[in-house]
């Protein structure tokens, strides 16, 4: 492992990979695969994993996030030294709706429909029959659900609150392409045809996976032993660098550090398009919107009011938008539990503080952590996730088309402004952009995307 403060002489690699996360690492094993025996990983973080960072503070650990893997996540391919390494989960998911119940998540019959009564159950359906004749014009994600669920269920249900909540930008602010893409599980769920052919053709059951999370030592731990076998392979990692520029000339790629310039006729960039762009010297008109995210770490005694381990915040009130419960996975710690809550930087101008108070009232009102709760630490990341704002798919093409020309491969969530909700979708990315091939079945693979669809957030 090269060292960010090491001489000042010029080495030559293969290629140079920007960006050590999980579609940094995936392409690092392809790579090797495919014949390149000197592959160097750069990353300005000091650590391997990208934005899979954990916190721990005395006995209690955290996630800057929410990250749950799987035991059939083709991941495993190209890293199988993981598996061993996670830690074997039965998470549930619920969600606190606008009525203050905590309920099934994403939605559920009994409390979002049935509970509602005739009376509702008419402007529910008025609501939808409004939407398909008057609203057919599709232009946001607002437009999107309202289509499919009618505006009166997606105020009742808490959705639209939660898209304001994940994106920080109101539901009508959302591109429509990502709406289509990525909340097809609206479509699915409220459509005539699709309720008929679920009905008639039911898809074949299949094994259900080993939900799974890190160890508790930390995901230095989990990618360590992987990192060591892909240095063995010929894998270079250069953390913690001030990446200053990166130039080309005769065909050939010069990046530089301050301390040292690395060299390579191939670039594969997994890092924020505006990064790599400045990077470059490329110039951008249009600035593409991410999610800085503040992670609040509590510890708790008492009667916490539920018992799924993920708990998402769908109610009219409230900046956080979602928390996991550390304990359920890993045990408590001298008889209390802790959890993380995330909370988009923007709905709470950046204050850890006003994120912590807005919290504490909110889930005070819903009779949630009645007892001692105690914040242990905080943490802030930027570019956490991209937020898809009219056009942005189109901008983000922009740039990438813009990059290739330069001679460099980008993609990947930051380096493909690609909303990917698990480790598995970011794996079959790099794959399809590299070539790799994948341990998935096609049927497989075509299901697990349908589930991450519906359940975007459920994990890595």
Same mark, same amino acid.
């Given at each position: 492992?090269?060292?960010?403060?090491?001489?000042?002489?010029?080495?030559?690699?293969d290629?140079?990979?920007?960006?050590a996360?999980?579609?940094?690492?995936?392409?690092?094993?392809?790579?090797?695969?495919?014949?390149?025996?000197?592959?160097?990983?750069?990353?300005?973080?000091?650590?391997?994993?990208?934005?899979?960072?954990?916190?721990?503070?005395?006995?209690?650990?955290?996630?800057?996030?929410?990250?749950?893997?799987?035991?059939?996540?083709?991941?495993?391919?190209?890293?199988?030294?993981?598996?061993?390494?996670?830690?074997?989960?039965?998470?549930?998911?619920?969600?606190?709706?606008?009525?203050?119940?905590?309920?099934?998540?994403?939605?559920?019959?009994?409390?979002?429909?049935? *509970? !509602?009564?005739? @009376?509702?159950?008419?402007?529910? %359906?008025?609501?939808?029959?409004?939407?398909?004749?008057? $609203? /057919?014009?599709?232009?946001?994600?607002?437009?999107?659900?309202?289509?499919?669920?009618?505006?009166?269920?997606?105020?009742?249900?808490?959705?639209?609150?939660?898209?304001?909540?994940?994106?920080?930008?109101?539901?009508?602010?959302?591109?429509?392409?990502f709406?289509?893409?990525?909340?097809?599980?609206?479509?699915?769920?409220?459509?005539l045809?699709?309720?008929?052919?679920?009905?008639?053709?039911?898809?074949?059951?299949?094994?259900?996976?080993?939900?799974?999370?890190?160890?508790?030592?930390?995901?230095?731990?989990?990618?360590?032993?992987?990192?060591?076998?892909?240095?063995?392979?010929?894998?270079?990692?250069?953390?913690?660098?001030?990446?200053?520029?990166?130039?080309?000339?005769d065909?050939?790629?010069?990046?530089?550090?301050?301390?040292?310039?690395? *060299? !390579?006729?191939? @670039?594969?960039?997994?890092?924020? %398009?505006?990064?790599?762009?400045?990077?470059?010297?490329? $110039? /951008?008109?249009?600035?593409?919107?991410?999610?800085?995210?503040?992670?609040?770490?509590?510890?708790?005694?008492?009667?916490?009011?539920?018992?799924?381990?993920?708990?998402?915040?769908?109610?009219?009130?409230?900046?956080?938008?979602?928390?996991?419960?550390?304990?359920?996975f890993?045990?408590?710690?001298?008889?209390?539990?802790?959890?993380?809550?995330?909370v988009?930087?923007?709905?709470?101008?950046?204050?850890?503080e006003?994120?912590?108070?807005?919290?504490?009232?909110?889930?005070?009102?819903?009779?949630?952590?009645?007892g001692?709760?105690?914040?242990?630490?905080?943490?802030?990341?930027?570019?956490?996730?991209?937020?898809?704002?009219?056009?942005?798919?189109?901008?983000?093409?922009?740039?990438?088309?813009?990059?290739?020309?330069?001679?460099?491969?980008?993609?990947?969530?930051?380096?493909?402004?690609?909303?990917?909700?698990?480790?598995?979708?970011?794996?079959?990315?790099?794959?399809?952009?590299?070539?790799?091939?994948?341990?998935?079945?096609?049927?497989?693979?075509?299901?697990?995307?349908?589930?991450d669809?519906?359940?975007?957030?459920?994990?890595?």
């Open positions: 492992m090269l060292k960010a403060t090491d001489g000042s002489s010029e080495v030559t690699f290629v140079i990979i920007l960006g996360g999980i579609s940094g690492l995936v392409s690092a094993s392809i790579l090797l695969k495919q014949g390149h025996q000197n592959v160097l990983v750069v990353d300005e973080y000091a650590h391997i994993g990208g934005n899979h960072i954990d916190r721990s503070i005395g006995e209690y650990t955290f996630d800057i996030g929410s990250f749950i893997f799987q035991d059939d996540s083709p991941l495993l391919a190209h890293l199988p030294e993981l598996l061993p390494l996670y830690v074997p989960i039965n998470p549930s998911w619920g969600r606190l709706n606008p009525q203050g119940m905590v309920t099934k998540y994403p939605i559920s019959i009994k409390d979002d429909l049935i *509970a !509602a009564g005739p @009376v509702e159950w008419l402007r529910i %359906l008025s609501s939808v029959l409004f939407a398909r004749i008057f $609203r /057919s014009r599709l232009r946001n994600a607002r437009d999107f659900a309202q289509y499919w669920i009618g505006a009166r269920l997606l105020h009742r249900s808490g959705l639209g609150n939660y898209m304001k909540r994940f994106y920080g930008l109101p539901a009508e602010k959302i591109d429509i392409n709406a289509q893409k990525r909340m097809l599980w609206i479509k699915e769920h409220a459509s045809r699709g309720a008929f052919r679920r009905w008639v053709m039911p898809a074949p059951k299949s094994a259900p996976n080993q939900q799974l999370a890190r160890p508790r030592e930390g995901f230095a731990r989990l990618y360590q032993g992987a990192a060591q076998r892909l240095e063995r392979d010929g894998v270079t990692f250069l953390l913690g660098a001030k990446l200053q520029s990166l130039e080309k000339k065909g050939e790629f010069f990046l530089n550090t301050g301390s040292r310039r690395v *060299a !390579a006729r191939r @670039v594969v960039s997994t890092i924020p %398009l505006e990064r790599i762009q400045k990077l470059c010297g490329l $110039r /951008s008109d249009e600035k593409l919107m991410t999610v800085t995210l503040i992670s609040l770490f509590f510890s708790f005694l008492g009667d916490r009011g539920f018992t799924d381990s993920i708990l998402y915040n769908f109610s009219h009130a409230g900046s956080w938008k979602r928390l996991t419960m550390y304990s359920d890993y045990g408590q710690s001298g008889s209390r539990e802790f959890f993380a809550v995330e988009n930087a923007d709905h709470v101008f950046g204050s850890v006003t994120a912590e108070q807005d919290f504490r009232r909110h889930v005070s009102e819903n009779g949630l952590f009645v001692d709760l105690k914040l242990e630490g905080s943490h802030i990341v930027s570019n956490a996730y991209p937020v898809y704002t009219e056009d942005a798919d189109e901008q983000a093409a922009t740039a990438i088309a813009a990059l290739r020309e330069f001679g460099i491969e980008s993609f990947g969530r930051q380096g493909g402004f690609d909303y990917q909700p698990t480790a598995r979708v970011s794996t079959l990315q790099v794959e399809a952009s590299l070539g790799g091939n994948s341990a998935e079945p096609e049927s497989a693979h075509q299901s697990s995307v349908a589930q669809l519906r359940q975007t957030s459920r994990g890595s």
